[in-house]
């Protein structure tokens, strides 16, 4: 038993090569999304039924108030009973408003299940380009920048982001670049650059004075 303690430390020694031996790499799968044109079509249908949807609940909240602001401006001409009867009509539709909101943005809601229906095959399609790179590269492991995984310092030559994308057929000219992490969760248009402003011409863009030549040394004898 003894021995065999002794020899674990050994062992553990011998494997460490063997591990540190694989290859692996990172993917910005955010990055990769952000580039393919389903991904950016899906966003924007999903920002258009959530931009619709909220408005439905504004329109019933607006709805809850002039029932309430009438309820206000009436309550002492009502007698009891039609006081509680429209206090449980404000009180249903309050409860209604919430229901509904939920049933929409909740957890696993109708916009959480629209959103993996229409990204899904994205993602499909971004994981299976990531297994063919890896297989071509032989890569043991493949972490994925953009996850919960937190990347302290990256070496690029480890970044197969482009190798994905040209996998995918939307590789650029520059292959093996690093991508930029960032929330790709919504695609928005690029904005114009706005032009130059009166009196921000650059002055300093002036062309530089050519260095005169050296004149042509003339030597001591005469013909």
Known sequence: MKKLVCLLPLLLLLAMPVAWAQKFGYVDSEYIMSKMPAYGAAQQEL????????????????????????????EVLLTEPMKKKRQDEILKKEQDIKAYQNKIFGYEGTLFKKRQELTKPVQDKVFEAIEKVAKKKQLAIVFDKAGDLTM???????DYTEFVLEE???????????????????????????????????????????????APRTSGRKN
């Open 47 to 74: 920002n258009t039924l959530s931009q619709n949807w909220q408005k439905d609940i504004e329109s019933m909240r607006k709805d809850l108030d002039k029932m309430y602001r009438a309820y206000q401006a009436e």
């Open 168 to 214: 995918l057929g939307l590789g650029s000219e520059e292959r093996n670049q690093p991508g930029q992490k960032g929330a790709v969760r919504t695609v928005t248009t690029p904005t114009t650059p706005a032009t130059d402003e009166p009196g921000n011409e650059q002055e300093d863009a002036k062309p530089a004075p050519k260095t005169p030549k050296p």
């Open 152 to 158: 302290l310092y990256t070496n690029p030559t480890h």
